[in-house]
């Protein structure tokens, strides 16, 4: 008995200290492969350029069920909600009390949301290398394969355990700095989480 317990504390321990060790690209496949749904805060910064340190900044929650399913819901300081279904991205705002509506063919990639929620998104449309280790964190960096693409570069950051960090910098020079925090692995979901039905009376664009 001694002799099993001893055997599957050094197991767990060599476990742990391989995925402590493991690269940033190690570390990106590993949450695509086994992260298939997920749930965490966020707190995005918007920065316009070298000089802006502050920038703008929105809070809220991300959901996400693999392939191509998310909730990326800003709440606040002003509330505005995307989700994906896996056919149809819907973006509501309820300020404007406007809706927008888009095929998902045409939208991956086009948000943090939709590079994580998809099996493939980012590795299809982005050439991904290692980004080295930095404030902690095993980062990969993304750079577009098409000039159409709406970032010129993506960087993730990861702990040894789930994705921490993600930065994304348009054509523009402006940043998005995201930080993810309580993140859950695997929640369960109810079937209307990554449902939308435009309000009574909104404008739908298509």
């Known amino acids: ?3 099993w317990k001893l055997w599957v504390g050094v197991t ?5 200290v391989g995925w402590a060790s493991a690269s940033g690209l190690d570390r990106l496949h590993a ?12 707190e995005q910064r918007n920065l316009k350029g070298k000089g802006d340190t502050e920038g703008t900044v929105s809070r809220g929650v991300f959901l996400f069920s693999r392939p191509g399913k998310f909730r990326w819901e800003y709440r606040s300081p002003y509330p505005q909600t995307l ?9 509501w705002d309820p300020d404007l009390q406007q809706v927008t509506r888009k095929k998902m063919s045409q939208s991956l990639g086009s948000t943090p ?9 980012l590795e299809k449309g982005y050439a991904v290398t290692e980004g080295g280790e930095s404030e902690g964190l095993e980062w990969v960096m993304a750079k577009p394969k098409s000039a159409e693409s709406g970032f010129e570069w993506v960087k993730m950051g990861f702990t040894d355990r789930a994705l921490a960090r993600m930065e994304l910098q348009d054509s523009f020079g402006h ?3 995201i930080v993810f925090t309580q993140f859950e692995k695997d929640p369960k979901f109810t079937p209307d989480t ?8 909104a404008d739908v664009i298509q």
Not at 12 to 16: K, T
Not at 113 to 121: E, I, K, N, Q, S
Not at 194 to 201: A, E, L
């Open 113 to 121: 949301a939709a590079l994580l929620a998809g099996d493939d998104a």
């Open 31 to 42: 949450f695509l492969r086994d992260t298939r749904r997920g749930e965490a805060q966020f």
């Open 83 to 91: 989700v994906a279904d896996g056919q149809t991205l819907w973006i």
């Open 12 to 16: 767990l321990w060599m476990g742990s």
């Open 194 to 201: 990554f449902r939308f039905t435009p309000p009574p009376g």
């Open 1 to 3: 008995m001694k002799r």
């Open 175 to 177: 940043t998005l700095s």
